[in-house]
């Protein structure tokens, strides 16, 4: 059976996953170097090689941007983007389930900010 992919292993290739979908072509090394915050280019050539050479990656012809996600890599459970969304729900929902005027109050405090997490940020 294959090992699963670390962290980082799946950050990169959800990264790669996701640029090829948006852009119908592979990423250049230096893109992911930039998009993922390593020191350089051949810090991305060794972690790609290495994800090529345990089958989670392929170089379709061997050229630049061809770079392509093996979809039998075993996936890790996903990890909530803000864990504090995960601790409002469960939260909200314990005091909906025992109804007093206080803990009604207390899950619509929480509601509110469980609203504000979600809510897609603006950049300027």
Known sequence: MQERPSKKQRELLEFIEGFVKGNGYGPSYREIMRALGYKSVSTVAVH??????????????HSARSLEVVSVVP?????????????????????EKAPTPVSLEQAKVLQHALAVLETPQKTT
Request: net charge positive; hydrophobic share 30%; aromatic share 6%.
């Open 75 to 95: 996936k890790l459970p996903r990890q909530p983007e803000n864990p504090h969304i995960e601790w409002l729900k469960s939260e909200i929902t314990k005091r």
């Open 48 to 61: 790609v090689d290495g994800l090529i050479a345990r089958g989670w990656l392929n170089k379709k012809d």
